[in-house]
């Protein structure tokens, strides 16, 4: 009711004889879109300001007219648009403006940030990330975005060799990650080795770290938004690169009305293998591919189509012998269709089409007996949003989703069909959300979510709060809050991503719940430096945890029968981010403190234990410097050592089956995760030349992952073959070296 | 200066390779001293021996000998009847019921009481009813029609590995046996190759010299519900020809809930070491023991056997 009344009341605040100001804001290079550009009028009052939507869209509402303003559009890396204006009585005022990237010293920032509003800086734990910085940025033998993503405080990795994220005290599951707005339910190659994310084919990604607001859902934790380039619309261009482990080509340029992209990867290590395979029958045979595209296409200044696609394969195929082989594909399909319509200046509506699939089938023969799993999970969103500027103080923003899931499981042992799972619930959100400025020193943005979903018949209302205070010209503070729920659970193996799937949970378990409060101070003494420290709490409440005791034929699949449920828990923390973003020296400098917890009755003997990815200190270095053709990267991590469950004693039991054959001679655990291993810390090293190949830019590459070589521990196993026990703690990657080579056409 | 450049450069290098640490530090808090129980019922069969032992920390040096628990109390009692058990002088830590002792029945409940040094631990299992294999047949491995049926143990004790219809070639066709569902929880199956010095039958590139020695002629499968009454024998469960026997278990809670949570029975592999986990941690959990003051089993099933002989593949 209340939020039917402040419609009401912002319907009625509508000043009629007032201008509106409204365009879109794109880089002048490649007709790029620029979300979250700072548009701002200064005349005599104060100043009237507005971001740019995710499209690059603004509207300013009620601006005084006959009054000469200085209009100011910028965005940080560029040139600011600067012109006097006056408005005339009832005058909407169209004007797309193209922003000019500056010179590559304000550029080399990896963190984007404004000295004025910008979304940062209204939502707590927000950051924006550019592809293409990324690419400076150490790595192991591919660049890829969610690796990157470990190096800022609060963002964890489960081992070296996984991409997942582990933000804030959250598992993997609990962050949304979408493709231009599509979610991608395993966005991992080689096992969680690399991402499914082509570094050349994403423009730029946005990370909400806690306390997300109400335009997204589904979800305990954090989102990802990856986007996809819209294509360059000035021009053809190639861009491409040669590692160790792939080649990656990116072909864009501009239509009579819009822009293209297609971009693809490739491994070529399955050749490697073929001619090892030559000597010796095991080694496997893998690859991987992906392939992003989109096509925009303006139909009019108010009306742009874009579709936009994604596929990506993973193939594992180890053939041992006649009756033994090992045969595993994974992977991802995801396609777009979205209007964009200005209804009016105040007015701007996306709507989309979209559709998400993750397969997974693994095929086994051991000894002429077949085992197979298949699964899939398949989503149809029908989705609006429309925001409206409704006055200069309030912008409206609302939107729905319509989602159909489409989940199988299907499990073959020996010929005979053990566990054949189907599962089709809906899912409708809708979202209200006001961002109200009552001056020009303060932002509130209250939201609130609804949603239903069809298992359990089960509705959920989420309030959602961002309060956003400058307090002078260098400090401002932060808070943020909502509730969130989750109904699709990942089922995971922590070690390999491969074989992850997803379930949405039935009606026998309440879905999960997390409330977030997030508040920080940020200090901004000058362009050059930022500050800023955030704490944050969630509480978890409802969580669900794969219940690995269940019989291998379990016929009862669902949700109270899969899982143990019940669970509970909280992530607290306190972050500190210190950045230097201009100059030739460039980089942060991130420290995490942090505790997680969980507890099931079902776990543990009922007893509360940190996750494995609880660390109580995480510190992080990163340093780039720019030296002429010449650039120079250097990343440091620490971090508390993992917890992990240690052997608390020796014993032996007979197997029942065969107890006058087999006694086992066993390890007693102790409690969960009641041990840690070292403390993790690492170092990379990258170096970078530009020169022209051919009359093209190009860039030579070496990268040198954990360059003090130091052997990281993974997990502990413990061999009691014999009368001492023998732990075993397996290590993680020793240093590898990478090389090769960038180019651009 | 590029010398001391190169020093504290190989000193890091040095310093980080250096990641090792005593064993000791990778234990967790000594839980040594813990009676450990084990007693399996089989209905239809006298008591069985019971052995008691107890938990040794994880850096002391383990042996099952030096872990028996010679000096226990040992009581089995059931419906008012109650049984002592005696320490076996033949074998550390076994316990064995009186000469007479009673046939195990189905559908009652048995509690066992161990008394140690002051230590006491305590178990309950009620025994699973009668089962009986009723059919066991060999299937078209593609059509999985029926190709013929099995010779059971009530046709004769020796019949089952001599017929005709229980000649079975290495990975021809699929062994499939059938009974009537019980009220339990799950089964198990256990195999064994009783000629102890036939050939391999298994072939396969994927095992090494030491694979091949160190394969044994027995095992046993992870629970199964079986709620519908069949279980099929895996190919991969055999490796020698000559007699095999498969004994299929009606089992009750308690062992149940072992096998499902001590998955070391049925695989090979060190604890801890990738298994499936869920996001709140592995999956190296303390197993579900059901006893009161010690941990390992009181269990019983009910049981029924299969013989065949496997011949070499064709």
């Given at each position: 009711m209340r939020v039917v009344m402040l419609v009401v009341l912002v319907l009625f605040a509508c000043r009629t004889d007032a201008a509106t100001l409204s365009g879109f804001v794109a880089d002048q290079s490649n007709g790029e879109s620029l979300p979250y550009a700072t548009v701002v009028l200064r005349g005599q009052g104060p100043p009237i300001g507005a971001l740019s939507n995710v499209d690059g869209y603004y509207a300013l509402k009620a601006i005084p007219i006959d009054t000469t303003f200085v209009l100011t559009i910028s965005y940080v890396g560029y040139v600011s648009y600067q012109d006097t204006v006056v408005f005339r009585t009832g005058e909407d005022r169209r004007l797309d403006v193209q922003l000019l990237p500056e010179a590559i010293e304000t550029q080399e920032i990896i963190v984007e940030a404004d000295r004025d509003e910008e979304e940062r800086l209204i939502q707590p734990g927000f950051v924006e990330i550019e592809a293409a910085k990324i690419r400076d940025m150490p790595s192991i033998g591919e660049t890829d975005i969610l690796r990157s993503l470990h190096l800022l405080p609060g963002i964890k990795s489960a081992s070296d060799i996984s991409s997942g994220l582990y933000v804030r005290g959250g598992g993997p599951d609990q962050t949304l990650i979408l493709l231009d707005q599509v979610p991608l339910y395993n966005p991992s190659h080689a096992f969680g080795f690399f991402s499914t994310f082509n570094p050349d084919a994403i423009r730029d990604m946005t990370l909400h770290k806690g306390a997300y607001p109400a335009q997204y859902g589904g979800r305990l934790g954090a989102v990802l938004d990856v986007r996809n380039k819209d294509g360059n619309r000035k021009g053809f261009q190639a861009t491409g690169g040669v590692s160790l482990i792939a080649s990656r080509l990116t072909l864009e340029g501009p239509t009579p009305k819009g822009s293209w992209m297609v971009s693809g990867r490739r491994t070529y290590i399955d050749p490697i293998l073929s001619l090892i395979r030559s000597d010796s029958t095991d080694v496997p045979a893998y690859y991987f591919y992906d392939l992003n595209a989109k096509w925009n296409h303006d139909l009019s200044d108010r009306n742009k189509l874009q579709f936009s696609g994604y596929f990506g394969r993973d193939n594992l195929t180890f053939d041992i012998d006649e009756d033994t082989f090992f045969k595993i594909r994974w992977g991802n399909t995801a396609f777009t269709s979205k209007w964009t319509h200005v209804f009016s200046p105040a007015l701007y509506g996306n709507f989309m089409v979209a559709g998400s699939k993750y397969t997974s089938t693994t095929s086994l023969n051991i000894f002429d007996t077949p085992i197979l799993f298949t699964n899939s999970i398949q989503d149809y969103t029908l989705k609006g949003d429309v925001d409206w500027f409704a006055t200069r103080d309030h912008a409206l923003s609302t939107g729905f989703y319509l989602t159909h899931y489409d989940f199988e499981f299907l499990q073959e042992f020996n010929r005979e069909e053990q566990i054949n799972l189907g599962l089709k619930p809906n899912l409708f959100s809708a979202y209200l959300q006001d961002h109200y400025q009552p001056g020009s020193h303060t932002d509130i943005r209250l939201g609130f979510r609804g949603n239903y979903f069809s298992e359990g018949g089960r509705y959920q209302l989420e309030p959602r709060l961002s309060v956003s205070q400058t307090l002078n010209d260098t400090w401002r503070a932060k808070f943020a809050g909502g509730s969130y729920h989750q109904y699709l659970q990942l089922v995971s193996t922590e070690a390999f991503t491969g074989g992850d799937f997803w379930v949405p949970l039935d009606e026998t378990v309440n879905p999960g719940r997390s409330w977030q409060v997030v508040t920080g101070l940020e200090w901004e003494p000058s362009v050059r430096y930022q500050v800023s420290v955030e704490g944050y709490y969630t509480d978890l409440a409802n969580l669900v945890v794969l219940?690995?005791?269940?019989?291998?034929?379990?016929?009862?699949?669902t949700s109270e029968a899969v899982f143990v449920t019940q669970g509970s828990g909280y992530a607290t923390g306190l972050e500190v981010f210190l950045e230097r973003r201009t100059g030739a020296l460039t980089g942060w400098i991130g420290y995490t403190l942090g505790w997680t917890q969980r507890q099931f009755?079902?776990?543990?003997?009922?007893k509360k234990f940190p996750p494995?990815?609880?660390?109580r200190h995480d510190v992080s270095f990163v340093a780039n410097y720019e030296l002429g053709r010449w650039t120079f990267g250097a990343n440091y991590l620490y971090g508390t050592g993992q917890a992990y469950t240690p052997a608390s004693a020796r014993y032996s039991l007979r197997s029942p089956a065969v107890p006058d054959l087999q006694v086992e001679d066993l390890v007693l655990p102790a409690l969960r995760n009641s041990a840690r291993l070292l403390p993790y810390h690492r170092m990379d090293v990258n170096v970078q030349r530009k020169f022209k190949l051919f009359g093209t830019e190009a860039e030579v590459f070496l990268q040198v992952f954990n360059v003090y070589n130091r052997r990281n521990e993974w997990f502990v196993s413990y061999n009691v073959d014999d009368p001492e026990t023998d732990p075993e703690v397996v290590k993680m990657l020793p240093i590898v070296p990478t090389f090769g080579i960038n180019f651009q056409f | 200066m590029n010398s001391l450049f190169v020093i504290i450069g190989l000193c890091v290098f040095a310093l980080g390779c250096k990641a090792e640490r005593d064993a000791s530090s990778l234990y967790g808090a000594d839980e040594s001293g813990i009676l450990v129980v084990d007693g399996l019922l089989i209905v239809d069969k006298p008591l069985p021996s019971i052995f008691v032992r107890q938990t040794v920390g994880p850096g002391q040096i383990y042996t099952r000998q030096a872990a028996a628990v010679t000096d226990a109390e040992v009581v089995v009692a059931t419906g008012g009847q109650t049984v002592v058990y005696r320490a076996d002088p033949d074998s550390l830590g076994r316990y064995l019921p009186p000469a007479n002792a009673p046939l195990v029945l189905p559908e009652r409940t048995y509690s066992l009481t161990v008394r140690s040094q002051g230590r006491q631990a305590r178990a309950q299992t009620t025994t699973p009813g009668r089962l009986s294999v009723v059919d066991a047949v060999l299937l078209d491995d593609q059509t999985l029609a029926v190709i013929r049926r099995f010779k059971t143990f009530k046709d004769g004790k020796e019949v089952v590995y001599t017929a005709p219809e229980n000649q079975v070639a290495y990975q021809e066709g699929l062994l499939e046996a059938r009974f009537n569902p019980l009220a339990v929880k799950g089964y198990q199956v256990g195999i064994e190759s009783?000629?102890?010095d036939s050939e391999l039958v298994l072939e396969s590139d994927l095992l090494d010299e030491k694979d091949y020695a160190d394969l044994e002629r027995y095992g046993s499968s992870p629970a199964f519900e079986a709620k519908d009454g069949t279980l099929r024998l895996p190919w991969f469960a055999v490796y020698y020809g000559g007699r095999h026997v498969l004994r299929f278990f009606a089992v009750d809670d308690n062992w149940f809930d072992l096998i499902r949570s001590v998955p070391e029975f049925f695989q090979d592999g060190d604890a801890n070491a990738f298994q499936p986990g869920g996001l709140a941690g592995d999956n190296f959990e303390r197993p579900f023991f059901h006893v009161e003051g010690g941990i390992g089993i009181f269990g019983s099933a009910s049981m029924d056997s299969l013989g065949f002989f496997v011949q070499p593949k064709k």
């Open positions: 219940d690995t005791r269940v019989a291998a034929d379990s016929e009862n699949t009755a079902g776990l543990n003997g009922g494995k990815y609880d660390r | 009783l000629d102890r």
